[in-house]
């Protein structure tokens, strides 16, 4: 059997069936994501809040491939001298996808790399390449680090590993089918990091006459942290694409679906483990959650936000998530730190059921909430205002998630890294506080807690 698939995480034996639904659709894998998925759906239906919640976005991704278009080498994120046939062959998944990689006829290193170099960390990274022979037997690996470009050269006739250049390792595996999965690690800087991989005329040399002909065919690239190769986790399009993708799902109803309340990402957003962050100036969400439609009142509601941001905006006025009418007289909107240092939540008309505060960090878990006719805004689980509410209507335009939806129209950008967001029924005090524990716990064990 060849070793290709997705990691398959935690056995599902014990998981709660809602976290299992949620795996399913985002095909989040990872152990260390799963537990935690796991242990927030389970705490939250055992403190009752399961049943309250409307749309829980709990912004994790078990992306770990930092390259893009990893199984489409003629991608215009590829770069190189080599002419690329695309899926001119089975892959090792079986699947007609894997790429032809077409060499010239002058004197030139044949290799593919990343058009654009990637910022990494200081650390050891490993690459992988699937690779078949075509007329070559030798295949070259490349890792520059912006200031050393290192080579390790592989057999793929006979299944061994060549030269290896001092500063890094490499190693060869059996995929099948003449398919082998070559790999190597060395240690990479901040930036200026750049991948290749591509065919050799023989073991350590790298550049050479080509002939015309197909080198050796690849698919699969895969880059990742550490210095061990982890299951081959393709990315179709862009890494940030990936991550979006699974940054979308309600986690209460994981069906892709405006239905659903799933989001819809709009202008420039920064994905990563970390959470997900708005540029401040066009990016935002679309919940498709359109409060007094899916049954919240003004004496009836909760929103939350975990900001990872503790910096104002450099906005008079924003919003972290909200809608309402131009007026301002229905609106359900939240914001964290505004740069006059003010936190405030609104549950219908903002210059009379405005629950705020001073608030100088913006970081934190931040739950606005009315179970009844007084309004409470919480702050890492203890309340920090009350509100005595007015009686009125509460908007019926989707909930936007970096800005605010004013009468369909988005405006009051925000720039917060967002790491967890929920929309839902009011919460009594014992239940936001518990809300904040659980959702603590959840971020400590992806370790991003604030």
Known sequence: MIGIAIAT???????DPAAQAYFAATGITGATQQAAIDNLVKGLKTDGLWSKMKAVYPFVTDNRNLLSYT????????AGPLTISTDSTTA???TNTADALIEGNKSNTYYQ??????????????LTVYVKKGTRDWVQLSMNNGTTNLFSWFNVNTGSVGTVQVGASA???????????????CAMSISGNIIGFGPAISDGVSTYTGNSSIGIYAWGAQLELGSTATTYQPIATTQQAYIASQFKYNLVNPVDSDAAFRLVFNGGWTHSSNGATPNGT???A???FAPSTNGLAYNNNHVSIYSRTSAQSGAIQFYEMGSGNTIGDNNLSLFARRNTNLAGYDSGDFTTNRASFSNTDGQGFYCGTAPSTTAKYFKNGVSQVSKSLTATSISNFNVFIGGFNENNNVTYYSNKQTAFSSIGDGLTDTEAANLYTRVQAFQTALNRQV
């Open 9 to 15: 995480g935690q056995n599902s034996a014990g998981l």
């Open 71 to 78: 199984e489409d080498f003629s991608n215009g994120y590829w």
């Open 92 to 94: 090792p998944n079986g």
């Open 113 to 126: 790399s990343n058009f654009a170099s990637l910022t990494l960390s200081s650390s050891n990274y490993t």
């Open 171 to 185: 190693s060869i595996t059996n995929s099948g089918n003449g398919w082998y999965r070559c790999t190597m690690t």
């Open 282 to 284: 066009n990016g935002y």
């Open 286 to 288: 679309d919940t498709k």
